[in-house]
């Protein structure tokens, strides 16, 4: 959960009681509305209510239908059935795909293939999952403006993750133990398909607790109310954590004796640390003598996420499956540097403990899902096509001044698709989910393309916003190099320190994106190879917003790490999407990743060009580059 340096929030009054059942996941449910509270979703229940009465009407009729043939004819009655619950299927889906509402971004800046509420303050995604035929995206947004504060959970769904229906937020700080604010948590699927939510809620004296809600109507696939459990909060601070320093229950496992398991992040001093809780029912739950894992210094961890990943191949894994040759992901969400760090190792069912597999790449001191603007995230297992996808947030480089004016801030990031890098063993591969693709239209292609040292080529036809680009280039070979005093050429790389200006033997060399023709505004995304202290050579990729904008108030912090290029590797790839103020970027195929926000002012729409650039003093080859343009999607607002 993001937390910024003000943490005082507003809150509706719209109180929820609920009835524990002991044998299920489900709770029995007795809303009670402040019918005051709801004002400006009035005319959302009113369109639902007279659609819900007529598909009462629809769906009397046609029970009385199926009656009379499961009476007259056991053969055909199956059949009927059958139709009933695809037509059923249809008729809900129908509310999202087929609405006379379209999205229209007449502001540069508002993306148009990413998701993003049609208005106001947006944070860490929360408890993705696929329910009854829809995926759903819970999400911290603050219903009352584009600033943080007066945290939800917003709520939209979709049927390809693409194309989004914008639903009433699901849940609302209206409780003691949530006044100030309805932080971030997880879905966990229980044994009988119903989800559940855990979530952080935070209270007027901010002490952050641990909570739990189900859906109040499960045969509501759209899932749009959801009911607190009495019992709540099912958790409070352990002794010797600060009651500030309890946050984001991750989605529960279930071990082999039937038992679950969940962590809550939290920090003891300057320690962050993955707490564990056990328990038998999803809500009564005990913390382990055992933390998870453990870093000293690494501050406070946030957002947790602990899943299995395959050791071989692009399938994901439900998040309780385990084994001898299961792999496990742990990650954290770093509250100091904003940054979300990861490590691959194994989960130890005995000792209740994880070890990553190279030490070197502990949580802190290793890897990032992403090096940039991307934070907050959180992954689920998609059961419709068996992989494991991450969402994550991307917030906003300008003022709080200017999102207040546009009426909006913040966006999510394409979600992706993580496995396992076998050919590494220790770290991910990342790319965007395969439905991004269908958005792509004007293919415009390029191969082999000399660069000559100082080049700048431009590519005709690729001018736009919202584009996506796939480029290859040959790896140099430095072996002929004679490495002598070059001075700057050959000396540490920063990609702060110049970031594209720079000239060394190979590098900078990479696209210029979102770049008018008097290159007054340019994102250049490039690599960079250089000789490191031991005169290795070391592949980097940096992201450059230093001369993004020529708006003022413009965070242009570049962004940079190292590539791992394996010497079999005789090739650099990079894969780029650019979405009008978001510039995501996935290297060496998804081994590392980059997410930058820019703000040109110059080159937008048809301004907006891309180029190839070569600024080393050696030639380099591009193989191939294409660049495709990008559909829009379709974001319906609360109905």
Known sequence: MYL?????????????????????????????????????????????????????AIAFLTIMLIAVVLYTSKIVAPKWLELFQREKQYLVRDIVRNSAITS??????????????????????????????????????????????????????????????????????????DNGGVWSGSVTICPDGSPLILYTGVADDLEQSQNLAVPEDLADPLLRKWVKSRENPILRHPVGIDKEDFRDPTTAWQVNDGTWRILVGAKMGRDGM???????????????????????????????????????????????????HVKHVLKASMYDDQHD???????????????????????????????????????????????????????????????????????????????????????????????????????????DVDLEAGSVIKIEGSSGGQLDIEVIFEYPNVS????????????????????????????????????????????????????????RWVTHFCSDQSRSSLLHDIDTTAFWSDVRVLPTENFLSLRVLVDHSIVESFVQGGRMAITSRVYPKEAVDEKAHVFLFNNSTTQITVRSINVWQMRSITVLPLA
């Not at 009854?132 to 219903?143: D, I, K, T, V």
């Not at 979600?415 to 050919?423: E, K, Q, S």
Request: aromatic content about 14%.
């Open 104 to 177: 229209c971004h007449s502001q540069p800046y508002r993306s148009s293939y990413h998701f993003q509420p049609p208005k106001n303050w947006m944070n860490d995604p929360n408890g993705p999952m696929y329910y009854e035929g829809f995926y759903h995206l819970f999400y911290q947004y603050n219903p009352g403006g584009a600033v943080w504060g007066n945290l939800t959970w917003g709520h939209a769904v979709s049927t390809d993750l693409i194309h989004w229906r914008d639903l009433e937020p699901a849940l609302k700080p209206d409780e003691w133990y």
């Open 4 to 56: 910024p340096c003000s943490t005082k929030s507003q809150f509706n009054a719209v109180h929820y009681h609920a009835q524990r059942e002991d044998n299920s996941c489900n709770l029995v449910s007795v809303p009670m509305l402040d019918e005051t509270s709801q004002e400006g979703y009035g005319l959302y229940r009113e369109v639902f209510a007279s659609r819900n009465k007529k598909k009462s």
């Open 480 to 535: 002929n190099v004679i490495v002598q005093d070059y001075g700057f050429l050959n000396g540490p790389f920063d990609c702060g320190n110049g970031g594209s200006a720079q000239r060394g033997v190979y590098g900078p060399f990479g696209l210029l994106v979102l770049t008018d023709d008097a290159y007054q505004e340019q994102t250049a995304v490039f690599f960079y190879i250089a000789q490191d202290a031991n005169q």
């Open 341 to 447: 760090h990861y490590a691959v190792g194994t989960y130890n069912l005995s000792t209740e403990s994880f070890t990553p597999i190279n030490h070197a790449l502990d949580i802190q001191h290793g890897l990032h899902y992403d090096y940039g603007k991307f934070y907050a995230s959180k992954s689920f297992y998609d059961p419709v096509k068996k992989r494991r996808i991450v969402w994550g947030w991307s917030n906003e480089s300008d003022s709080a001044a200017q999102d207040i004016a546009r009426g909006w801030a913040s966006l999510q990031a394409i979600p992706r698709v993580l496995w396992l890098d076998t050919a590494l063993g220790d770290s991910l591969i990342q790319a965007p989910i395969e439905e991004v693709d269908d958005l792509r239209v004007g293919k415009v292609s390029k191969t």
């Open 274 to 324: 993955a707490l564990l809780y056990k328990s038998e029912d999803l809500r009564h739950w005990e913390l382990d003598e055992n933390v998870l894992h453990t870093v000293p210094g690494s501050g406070m961890w946030e957002c947790l996420d602990f899943f299995p990943i395959a050791p071989f191949g692009r399938e994901g894994l439900d998040t309780s499956v385990n084994g001898p």
